[in-house]
């Protein structure tokens, strides 16, 4: 199983930050095989960015993804306030599919 | 658009057999290639895949549950279903049908307690 760890659990920022969270994999992800997601309370999660850097439909271009391999970013280039939210990473090419912890991104 | 809703008992007793159903409208259930999900987050916390079925009907089911999980597609009804057996309080959680591609339902909540 592939185990995906993200950092930090907490990010307090102002609106118009740049946020960048990281998402650690214990091994090689599969094809890119990697999205995030987003999750407000009460919410469903919303699908931000998969495999690896292509965003959603109806995703802003300030959300961005990078990486390879086993390290991988997620990019709000400026924070607005509707982006205050928990954001997950999830890798779906190998099973079980695994999500991280989530990085929680707050108000400071 | 293609839309799910979560249907299902908001309490299930402890060693009894969770049952829920994911009705799908605005699209075929059977159309397409798309991996059916089952993902579950008790309060508070993260994201668990339960597992998911095809539409073909193949599943593949996370190893922590397998033993306990059933997951169908029942193409007349344009639903998909979950049976998770032997529940216990840890079982208690939001629990959501989801098909790749980002597309969720609203999630229902189970709570397991006699």
């Known amino acids: 199983e592939i185990v995906l760890t993200q950092s930090p659990a907490t990010l307090s920022l102002s609106p118009g930050e740049r946020a960048t969270l990281s998402c650690g994999a214990s091994?090689?992800?599969?094809?890119?095989?990697l999205a995030w997601y987003q999750q407000k309370p009460g919410l469903a999660p919303r699908l931000l960015i998969y495999?690896?850097?292509s965003r959603a439909t109806g995703i802003p271009d300030r959300f961005s993804g990078s990486g390879s391999g086993t390290d991988f970013t997620l990019t709000i280039s400026r924070l607005e306030p509707e982006d205050f939210a928990v954001y997950y990473c999830?890798?779906?090419?190998?099973?079980?599919?695994?999500f991280g912890g989530g990085t929680k991104v707050e108000i400071k | 658009q293609v839309q799910l809703q979560e249907s299902g008992p908001g309490l299930v007793k402890p060693s009894q057999t969770l049952s829920l159903t994911c009705t799908v409208s605005?699209?075929?259930?059977?159309?397409?290639?798309?991996?059916w999900n089952w993902i579950r987050q008790p309060a508070g916390k993260g994201l668990d895949w339960i597992g998911h079925?095809?539409?073909?009907?193949?599943?593949n089911y996370n190893p922590s549950l397998k033993s306990r999980v059933t997951m169908s597609l029942d193409t007349s009804k344009n639903q998909l279903s979950l049976e998770l057996s032997s529940v216990t309080a840890a079982d208690t959680a939001v629990y959501y049908c989801?098909?790749?591609?980002?597309?969720w339902g609203q999630g229902t909540l189970v709570t397991v307690s006699s």
């Open positions: 989801t098909r790749n591609g980002g597309l």
């Open positions: 605005g699209g075929s259930i059977s159309s397409g290639t798309y991996y």
């Open positions: 079925i095809s539409t073909s009907g193949s599943t």
């Open positions: 091994q090689s992800v599969t094809s890119s095989y």
């Open positions: 495999d690896v850097s």
């Open positions: 999830q890798q779906y090419g190998s099973f079980p599919v695994t």
